[in-house]
């Protein structure tokens, strides 16, 4: 039996990589790509704790490395979101509290994803990863998501909170 | 599961190992990598998802814009209101129609100068400037004669190469990557070199090396491709683009320049997949004509032509 907040979860992952590499990627924005499935892992996180948000973090990190147009190493973004679900979920007695939180762990979370893949790719010898990219990236990264996440998150703690109505976060 | 319990991070560590194995597995298997059969299922699986999404994507689009002009009030205004969206909604569209008839036009010119078989694709995807690899999917794999290493075009010039086929669904590793390196030739001579992309981040720009120190390179050089062995991943006689700045190397081995592509990475929409490739090197020919010789205008109403006038 598949509890419905698992259901719920997948549907979201789908839809954001659609929506991500379909339509957000493609947008003429100077730097970065607003990372909707991130907001999603965040979002997940938040409402259900530490526990799913690293779960969900995995399986959508998972399919990031896997959908094309993905031409990197299986696993590194499933190691980056991973660690972001689990970090997200540790602050959501915090969000309960003030509407401030979710805002505060969206541009941390944003910042961390860039920081931690360029690591990886830095540790690869990824050609990719240079300075100057990541300076780009860092800062528009966060100003995207966070603008996205004003959208966003709402919806997703409303479709958690119905799923599962008292785990959220008032 | 909802508090950060023992068995959360014995899980987290769990996964965090299971994703450090995934890419150490992919990583030292490089091209031959055990987990390639995982992406092929993905782009099987995946890639007919977002040929819906992408075909939604503009539809949607123009539907918000269309319910957005509505206003209400009486009926003979939401009437007038109605048709004015729709005529400006078919208007939009047919902007859309003509500008992509006008790329097929390009893509079709250069394909007949270069004597290419070309299959038309749309992109659909790209992906997200964080991932640091500059990749694009398009809406034809190897059902539609499209295999790994094919050269990928556009009416402008050289896009990339096909890097993996699903079977409706290809990625495209465009020549701005810095994984890609693209042999190229000078216009008109036969210096050849070879340029690599410095990603989308950095700019859209090409670095140029020339094999010869000692070749003379200015600033509006154009390029066309080499052509590779066999013409794979590169057709010959494809444009590439046109030197920017000469970097003075004193001394090296090879001479570099930064070229400025031809092809608008960050707006593509229509491309051509060379599934064969020419049976003579077009050398040239592809390239349109210089823009800064002298204009002929094709109307001319002489009453005595001079000889030699036509030059």
Not at chain 1, 134 to 159: E, K, M, N
Not at chain 2, 52 to 78: F, Y
Not at chain 2, 123 to 131: D, K
Request: charge should be neutral.
């Amino acid at each position: 039996m598949v509890s419905p907040r698992v259901l719920l979860a997948a549907a979201f992952v789908v839809v954001a990589l659609a929506v991500q590499v379909t339509m957000l990627a493609r947008l003429p924005l100077p730097g970065a790509t607003p990372d909707l499935l991130l907001l999603v892992v965040v979002g997940l996180a938040l409402a259900n704790g530490p526990g799913f948000g690293l779960a969900v973090g995995f399986c959508a990190g998972l399919a990031l490395d896997l959908v094309p147009p993905a031409d990197h190493e299986i696993g590194r973004w499933a190691l980056v979101l991973t660690l972001v679900g689990y970090l997200a979920g540790l602050a959501r007695g915090e969000a309960r509290r003030s509407a401030f939180v979710p805002l505060v762990v969206v541009a941390a979370a944003a910042a961390a994803s860039v920081l931690l893949y360029a690591g990886l790719g830095a540790l690869m010898a990824d050609s990719h990863v240079t300075w100057s990219a990541v300076g780009r990236l860092l800062p528009t990264a966060v100003l995207y998501d966070v603008v996205l996440s004003a959208f966003a998150l709402p919806v997703i703690l409303a479709w958690a909170a119905r799923v599962e109505p008292e785990a959220v976060p008032r | 599961m909802n508090r950060d319990t023992r068995r959360t991070r014995v899980l987290l560590a769990l996964l965090l190992v299971t994703s450090v194995s995934l890419i150490t597995l992919d990583y030292r298997g490089g091209d031959r990598s055990p987990l390639n059969g995982l992406r092929s299922v993905a782009s099987a699986v995946f890639g007919p998802v977002e040929q819906v999404a992408a075909a939604i994507a503009g539809p949607v689009a123009d539907a918000v814009n269309g319910v957005s002009t509505l206003g209400d009030g009486r009926d003979e205004l939401r009437r007038l209101r109605r048709e004015n969206a729709e005529l400006k909604r078919a208007l939009r569209a047919s902007g859309v129609d003509r500008n992509r008839v006008a790329e097929l036009d390009e893509l079709l010119r250069v394909a007949g100068a270069g004597r290419y078989e070309v299959v038309p694709a749309q992109v659909i995807a790209v992906g997200a400037a964080q991932s640091f690899s500059w990749t694009v999917t398009i809406d034809a794999g190897t059902r539609d004669g499209v295999r790994p290493d094919m050269t990928v075009l556009n009416g402008d010039g050289l896009v990339g190469r096909v890097k993996t086929a699903g079977p409706s669904t290809a990625t495209v590793l465009l020549a701005v990557d810095p994984q890609s390196s693209v042999g190229v030739r000078l216009e008109g001579s036969m210096e050849v070199g070879f340029t690599t992309g410095q990603g989308l981040a950095d700019g859209s720009d090409l670095d140029l090396q020339l094999l010869d120190g000692q070749s003379t390179v200015v600033r509006g050089d154009r390029l066309v491709t080499f052509g590779s062995q066999g013409s794979t991943p590169y057709v010959p006689g494809v444009p590439v683009g046109e030197v920017l700045s000469v970097r003075g190397t004193p001394g090296s081995q090879t001479r570099t320049a930064v070229v400025r592509p031809y092809v608008d990475f960050t707006a593509l929409d229509l491309v051509g997949i060379v599934v064969a490739p020419p049976r003579k090197d077009p050398r040239d020919a592809v390239l349109p004509p210089r823009p800064d010789t002298t204009p002929q205008p094709t109307v001319t109403v002489t009453v005595t032509p001079k000889p030699g006038g036509g030059a």
